[in-house]
C-alpha cells in the first residue's frame, strides 16, 4: 500500500537520493547545495513558507515526492514531484496531481506553474492531461527547458481515480 504524508527535515536523506536517482536516470544534473538546496531542510523551505512538501511511502521508503511554493498570494508553484521507477504506471502520478491541485484550490490560490525540462516526457504529458499549458517564457531552472500552468478554477478533476491513503 502507498501512503502519502506530510514530509518531515528526517526524510531530506531520503529525498535527496530518490531526487539525485531520478536526475541522474534521466541524464540531468542534481544540485545539492544550488537548485536542489530547498531539499536540505524541507521544513524551513516549504511549510514556514506557507506551502507543503510530502512524500509517498512503500513498505517504509520513500518512493515519491511532491512540493507547492506560494509564489504570490494567488499563484503557487509545482515542485519537486519525483517518482521511483517502482511506483510508475501505477496511476499514483495522476491521483497525486489530483490531489495537490486540489489542495491548491482549498488553500485560495488561483494559478499553479511549474518547470520542468523536456526529457520528462511522461511527466509532461502528465502535466498536460491536467489541463497544464506551455507558456512561452523561460524557466529560472538552469536544467529546465519549458514551462507551464493551469487555472486551479479550471481544473475539475477526474471522479475515476483511486485516492491515496494518508498516514
Known amino acids: 500500500m502507498v501512503t502519502v504524508r506530510a514530509a518531515r527535515d528526517a526524510d531530506s536523506p531520503a529525498v535527496l537520493a530518490l531526487v539525485t536517482g531520478v536526475l541522474t536516470e534521466y541524464s540531468m544534473c542534481p544540485d545539492p547545495t544550488g537548485e536542489d538546496a530547498d531539499l536540505s531542510s524541507l521544513e524551513a523551505s516549504y511549510a514556514a513558507r506557507g506551502g507543503w512538501f510530502e512524500v509517498l511511502e512503500e513498505d517504509g521508503q520513500i518512493l515519491g515526492t511532491v512540493a507547492v511554493l506560494p509564489l504570490s498570494e494567488r499563484d503557487c508553484q509545482l515542485r ?20 495537490t491541485l486540489r489542495r491548491a484550490q482549498a488553500a485560495g490560490f488561483g494559478t499553479m506553474r511549474l518547470e520542468t525540462a523536456s526529457e520528462l516526457v511522461e511527466a ?4 498536460r492531461s491536467a489541463g497544464f499549458r506551455e507558456l512561452a517564457e523561460r524557466p529560472g531552472v538552469s536544467r529546465c527547458d519549458r514551462a507551464f500552468s493551469v487555472v486551479l478554477s ?10 491515496l491513503e494518508e498516514s
Request: aromatic share 12%; glycine share 14%.
Open 80 to 99: 519537486k514531484m519525483y517518482f521511483h521507477p517502482s511506483l510508475r504506471g501505477r496511476g499514483l502520478g495522476r491521483a497525486l496531481l489530483d490531489r
Open 124 to 127: 509532461i504529458g502528465l502535466y
Open 154 to 163: 479550471e481544473y475539475t478533476g477526474r471522479p475515476d481515480l483511486s485516492t
